[in-house]
């Protein structure tokens, strides 16, 4: 029974580690306002962005990083496309920061967009603690879990 047990806490620590593995995120092309939406995406390290350009789209289109054309570093971190309608492209990030990019054809119209990329949830958040204590319950111990409160300062 006790072997069961520690299988079975081992299968949800898994579980919960897995949550942290790569998101794909979508960024649409909207022609009629020549923009990327949305303009600025939040994710974490490793996850996926996909550029999509919708099949009722006409025009070709393309994601480079950089700030624009006079950019030093234009297309350091990727340079994609141009991909027409009805396909898309992806790019992996894996590391934290701010990466502006831009549309080639389109830049002077402004269509630019922003994606910051958060380090991974660290080991030791609310979602490890929680593995923990159904570790240390499903092998016959026991947990105390004290949350603790802070109380609101009024200011003035």
Known sequence: MRSARIAC????VLAIGAN??????TVTVDETTLRFKPDTLVIHVGDIV???NPAGNVMGHTSTSGTGSADPNTGKHWDLGP???GTSVQHRFTGPGT??????P???SGMKGKIVVLNAVDATGTGAKAALVALLLLVGGYAIWKRRS???????
């Open 99 to 104: 990466y502006p990019y831009y549309c080639i």
């Open 83 to 85: 991909f027409g309608p």
């Open 50 to 52: 996909q550029w999509v």
């Open 9 to 12: 806490a081992t299968l949800i």
């Open 20 to 25: 942290a593995q790569a998101t794909l995120r």
């Open 150 to 156: 802070v109380p609101a300062t009024s200011r003035s």
């Open 106 to 108: 389109h830049e002077l």
